[in-house]
């Protein structure tokens, strides 16, 4: 699980000649976690969160120190309804864990939301479909990787 994720984001940056760093770590199951593994700041961190909606599975992107708010989302993309993906809906939408889950390289794309606080810092760091890799690229890097429509969903965590 998780491993042919792995291989197909390592192989796209290397494809698309950019540059980054991979990450080897403790098993992390959140983004608080993850952050201390990686030694990075938590702002710095990608959340890729699967959500259910009445048109099938989603991708939302945000940064690690932010919330989704999941009706703003939701009326942003004209769903009546988004919730989060259940571990079975996350695994079979992404073959990852939960915790594990990239913001691209599946077999089968998902329909992906970026909320526009991924791109406001320099670096972006995240998990690649295993719990013990990660890698650390720049968010410029990352914007030609990642589909460009910039949304606001993502609120602050209380």
Known sequence: MGQAERDRILRTLNEMNIPFEHLT???????????????????NGVKAMVCKTERGTILALLTADLKL????????????????????????????????VPPFGFAQPLPTYI?????DHEWAEFNIGLLTESVKVRTAD???VLPQKLLQFAV???
């Open 69 to 100: 708010d999941m009706e703003k989302l939701a009326k942003l993309i004209l769903f009546k309804k988004l919730s989060l993906g259940s571990k079975e809906r996350v695994l079979a939408a992404t073959n990852c864990e939960p915790g594990s």
């Open 115 to 119: 909320d526009e606080s991924v791109f």
């Open 25 to 43: 770590h403790e098993a992390v199951y959140t983004s608080e976690q993850a952050m201390q593994a990686r030694h990075g700041e938590l702002h």
């Open 142 to 144: 990352l914007r030609k």
């Open 156 to 158: 602050k965590v209380n």
